[in-house]
């Protein structure tokens, strides 16, 4: 039975982490700022954040992240100069990514892990529930996970996490989830969530991906969250604590997403997306796959 719940408005992205695995290029520019094709990898996160009818937007940065909010912010100088050249395809190009949502900034000063830098959000959130994306997750815009996510929520309350089924020897790269069947076949009862466990000790192959639907009473949870795994706060841990009782914040459910996702925080997949984005193109794809497909014969 539907339950009524809070209407879900807000959207938290984490953006303060360093991007090592992208040294030297993240040196001195944000890897949320990498281009995935033409756009920088956080516009499709926030694009997809809105599409979910979520366009108050919270980005939780730190230093060295100024150029997160000048790609939102209009640039007037730019503007002009494509207005009086009268390129207006590539100044809508340029003004969408400022009319895209409301955005706020919050700075995350100490580094203390994905629960600490969702915790800084509290202020902002009030005591509404939330979704949470992550920066590195990019999810097709053909596969409305986030808003299954939100209908979920809608209907249980508690919070919702976005699980993907993994082989058994990556299982250790993920928070790893506990779970029973409903009677959604994409929907699962979380009973239990451990952060990154040896193959041998995860309670399943559903990883955990970067998608939350959150009950605001993760906030008081994670205030009393000690560092876990790496010395950080784990977002994992507070929601082991919700799965395990659920007169804390409600249920914990999960979805399970069988669709496109790409990780950009790994090489290797962020130049598997910009390959397979680029091919779907109708403006590049023709002539990008072509090249592809001669290239492959000729080194294969």
Same mark, same amino acid.
């Given at each position: 039975?539907?339950?009524?719940?809070?209407?879900?408005?807000?959207?938290? #992205?984490?953006?303060?982490?360093?991007?090592?695995?992208?040294?030297?290029?993240?040196?001195?520019?944000?890897?949320? &700022?990498?281009?995935?094709?033409?756009? $920088?990898?956080?516009?499709?996160? !926030?694009?997809?954040?809105?599409?979910? /009818?979520?366009?108050?937007?919270? &980005?939780?940065?730190?230093? @060295?992240?100024?150029?997160?909010?000048?790609?939102?912010?209009? @640039?007037?100088?730019?503007?002009?100069?494509?207005?009086?050249?009268?390129?207006?395809?590539?100044?809508?190009?340029?003004?969408?990514?400022?009319?895209?949502?409301?955005?706020?900034?919050?700075?995350?000063?100490? $580094?203390?892990?994905?629960?600490?830098?969702?915790?800084?959000?509290?202020?902002?959130?009030?005591?509404? $529930?939330?979704?949470?994306?992550?920066?590195?997750?990019?999810?097709?815009? +053909?596969?409305?996970?986030?808003?299954?996510?939100?209908?979920?929520?809608?209907?249980?309350?508690?919070? *919702?996490? =976005?699980?993907?089924?993994?082989?058994?020897?990556?299982?250790?790269?993920?928070?790893?989830?506990?779970?029973?069947?409903?009677?959604?076949?994409? !929907? *699962?009862?979380? @009973? /239990?969530?451990?952060?990154?466990?040896?193959?041998?000790? =995860?309670?399943? @192959?559903?990883?955990?991906? /970067?998608?939350?639907?959150?009950?605001?009473?993760?906030?008081?949870?994670? +205030?009393?969250?000690?560092?876990?795994?790496?010395?950080?706060?784990?977002?994992?841990? =507070?929601?082991?604590?919700?799965?395990?009782?659920?007169?804390?914040?409600?249920?914990?459910?999960? *979805?399970?997403?069988?669709?496109?996702?790409?990780?950009?925080?790994?090489?290797?997949?962020?130049?598997? =997306? #910009?390959? +397979?984005?680029?091919?779907?193109?109708?403006?590049?794809?023709?002539?990008?796959?072509?090249?592809? +497909?001669?290239?492959?014969?000729?080194?294969?």
């Amino acid at each position: 039975m539907t339950q009524s719940h809070p209407r879900i408005s807000k959207a938290v #992205i984490p953006a303060a982490g360093l991007g090592t695995r992208f040294l030297p290029a993240t040196k001195a520019t944000p890897k949320e &700022m990498l281009p995935v094709v033409d756009k $920088p990898a956080i516009q499709y996160v !926030v694009e997809e954040a809105v599409s979910a /009818g979520l366009d108050d937007v919270l &980005m939780i940065t730190g230093r @060295n992240k100024r150029p997160l909010e000048d790609h939102f912010d209009r @640039n007037y100088e730019l503007e002009s100069a494509l207005g009086k050249k009268g390129d207006a395809a590539r100044l809508a190009k340029v003004q969408e990514s400022s009319d895209l949502a409301t955005m706020h900034y919050v700075r995350q000063g100490d $580094p203390r892990g994905l629960g600490h830098a969702v915790l800084c959000a509290a202020p902002h959130v009030g005591n509404e $529930p939330f979704a949470v994306l992550l920066g590195d997750d990019l999810i097709d815009a +053909r596969d409305p996970l986030l808003k299954r996510m939100i209908e979920v929520q809608e209907q249980y309350g508690g919070s *919702v996490v =976005a699980l993907m089924e993994v082989a058994p020897e990556q299982v250790h790269l993920y928070g790893c989830a506990a779970v029973d069947t409903t009677e959604d076949s994409d !929907v *699962v009862k979380v @009973n /239990g969530l451990v952060e990154k466990p040896d193959p041998a000790d =995860a309670p399943s @192959n559903y990883a955990v991906i /970067g998608r939350y639907v959150l009950d605001p009473a993760v906030f008081a949870v994670l +205030r009393e969250t000690e560092p876990g795994r790496g010395g950080e706060i784990q977002l994992t841990d =507070a929601l082991q604590q919700l799965a395990a009782d659920e007169k804390v914040g409600g249920p914990v459910h999960g *979805v399970v997403f069988k669709g496109r996702r790409y990780d950009t925080g790994d090489r290797g997949d962020y130049l598997r =997306a #910009i390959v +397979r984005l680029a091919c779907e193109r109708e403006d590049l794809g023709p002539e990008f796959r072509a090249w592809l +497909r001669s290239y492959v014969t000729e080194e294969m």
